[in-house]
């Protein structure tokens, strides 16, 4: 074994057996943070960022969530997931992404921060975690500590975190990452603590992101053959049936002792996430996505490509590429290498056909998780990451380089791969206001589910950005709402909107008493004086009218 050979095994086994190397690190990466998303950090304190969300509903509705989470898990299972939208619906929530990990931990900063503050501020944690996992990973392949250093950086500006960074949930690549550097450590030693870092890791990544965590388990599980030492693979192809029985000694211990450690991992993320899923598969049973949506959130390999809308940048490929070129004989790098082609395969989902069939159409059919998986695309999330790490390879060996010229490539790379990923926290906006008239004479009088009116007239994101403002300010008065927005919509909410909109027509009213409705909360600028006169004719009581809104008594009401 040469010297290199030594210097790359030594580093892969000493050094990353710890996640964290030194505080600098992680203060490197936190500023990495701060900086690429500014000017999230001293603007947090009242405004939560939308990256490159056109309006406020996904990021206020993730709010909602983490709200909600805090509030309730602690205190009660059940009532946690019959959140208070949809009424008289239970086991809302389960329609819905499921976060009780950052839910719990917006809860504890929530209790010393404000509410824009703790989202903020998970929002750069989640980078930080990003950029430390990820060059963890890095030394795992056997990159020095500043190489990988910058490896984690750049895992922190993929352009998929800044493209979604308004969906809060999809920046939380860390678990993942993690999960990935225990297994990397199971494949050289199947270890207990290895087993048990890679089972929490996963069900963390399951109750952070369900997204990141089944694609995750998906390419890994396709790639691991990549994962198997070169000899070992030949001497199994070499091997019959009867040679493997006869030789059993000399690999029994090493297969017996894997299986167990697997099985641990396995086992505690089960443990840990499977009430969550389990409870979650109970309430939908067979719900999932159309084909048809799915297509729509497959990407295209011209979205992909260099220039494309879903691309890891020119930057980021040619320094990924050149890394898994120059670290191909490491089978971990060849692992590594091995789960961004298949998550960039998985990003294509419905749009891929071989030979008039597509794969990923038999997989769904089979496969529940991926079913509910509306956004294939998501997939390149894995596929960027795993570039970054693999880039760390490419950067050693630019900084290694005689030439102060060849050296210069690695901060002109580093400058394209910010630049392509078009950093910034995008538009500021603060909370709906929660010091009206309406609110606080609701949150006097309890009892009764509330509708906003006019409901959501369309299908669209911006649609619903009414409707996440009242699910946060119903938090706050405490009334249930008729109104929602989620993942999996209930069947017939379309129409059931559109006869809402009609309000106050008598089977429009007929409809939410039966509901359970007790009071409408209309905007003052749709209601106007013909609704008025017309709701006055069929005996409600108009409580409130102001500018901020128009609140409507309908009177008694049968159901709950």
């Known amino acids: ?44 304190w009242s405004r939560i960022p939308l990256g490159r969300e056109p309006v406020a509903t996904v990021p206020w509705f993730n709010l909602w969530s983490w709200r909600w989470t805090a509030e309730t898990l602690p205190h009660s299972w059940s009532n946690w997931w019959d959140a208070p939208i949809f009424a008289p619906l239970i086991g809302t929530y389960a329609r819905s992404e499921l976060q009780p990990v950052t839910g719990l931990a917006f809860g504890v900063l929530d209790r010393v921060l404000p509410a824009t503050a703790a989202y903020g501020l998970l929002v750069l944690l989640a980078l930080t975690a990003n950029g430390v996992a990820a060059a963890a990973v890095a030394r795992r392949l056997g990159v020095g500590r500043g190489p990988a250093l910058v490896a984690g950086c750049l895992a922190q500006v993929v352009p998929f975190a800044f493209d979604q960074l308004g969906v809060v949930q999809l920046l939380m690549l860390w678990p993942v990452l993690v999960a990935l550097w225990a297994l990397l450590g199971w494949f050289d030693r199947p270890t207990v603590s290895n087993a048990a870092v890679l089972g929490t890791a996963v069900a ?19 790639a691991s053959p990549l994962a198997l030492r070169s000899a ?6 070499r091997s019959t049936w009867a040679t493997l029985w006869r030789e059993r000694s000399t690999w029994w211990p ?28 109970r309430r939908l049973v067979d719900v999932r996505w159309t084909d048809e949506t799915i297509l729509i959130g497959s990407a295209s390999w ?61 997989v769904i059919d089979h496969v529940g998780a991926l079913a509910r998986l509306r956004s294939p695309f998501r997939a390149t999330a894995t596929a960027q990451v795993g570039l970054a790490v693999l880039s760390g390879i490419a950067v050693e060996r630019l900084w290694q380089a005689r030439r102060r010229a060849v050296r210069a490539l690695v901060p002109v790379a580093l400058g394209i791969a910010c630049w392509s990923a078009s950093l910034g926290a995008g538009p500021m906006v603060a909370l709906p206001r929660t010091d009206l008239v309406w609110i606080e004479w609701l949150a006097e009088h309890p009892g009764g589910a509330v509708v906003m009116l006019p409901p959501a007239p369309g299908r669209g994101v911006a649609d619903f950005e009414p409707t996440a403002a009242a699910m946060l300010q119903g938090l706050d008065h405490g009334h249930p709402l008729a109104n929602g927005y989620t993942g999996f919509f209930p069947p017939g909410q379309f129409e059931q909107r559109e006869l809402w909109a009609s309000f106050p027509a008598d089977d429009a009213v007929a409809d939410l008493r039966e509901r359970g409705v007790r009071y409408a909360v209309a905007d003052a600028a749709w209601w106007g004086s013909d609704r008025d006169a017309a709701a006055r004719a069929l005996g409600l009581e108009v409580v409130l009218a102001g500018p901020d809104g128009v609140l409507i008594d309908l009177g008694p009401f049968s159901g709950n």
């Open 1 to 44: 074994m040469d010297t290199t050979q030594l210097r790359i095994t030594a580093r892969r086994q000493a050094p990353a057996r710890v996640l964290v190397h030194t505080p600098a690190q992680v203060l490197v990466h936190a500023l990495v943070a701060v900086l690429t998303t500014m000017p999230l950090a001293w603007r947090m």
């Open 204 to 222: 963390v990544a399951i109750l952070t992101c369900g997204y990141h965590a089944v694609l995750f388990v998906c390419c890994a599980g396709v």
């Open 232 to 237: 070992r693979r030949r001497w199994w192809r």
């Open 254 to 281: 090493d297969a017996r002792h894997r299986t167990t450690t697997m099985a641990l991992a396995v086992a505690l993320a089960a443990t840990l996430a499977g009430p969550f899923v389990l409870g979650q598969q």
């Open 302 to 362: 011209a979205d992909l490509a260099p220039g494309g809308s879903r691309s890891a940048g020119i930057a980021l490929l040619v320094l990924g590429v050149a890394g898994a070129v120059i670290g191909r004989r490491r089978r971990h790098v060849r692992y590594v290498a091995g789960i961004v082609v298949v998550a960039t395969v998985m990003a294509v989902g419905l749009r891929l056909s071989v030979f008039g069939l597509r794969p990923y159409d038999l």
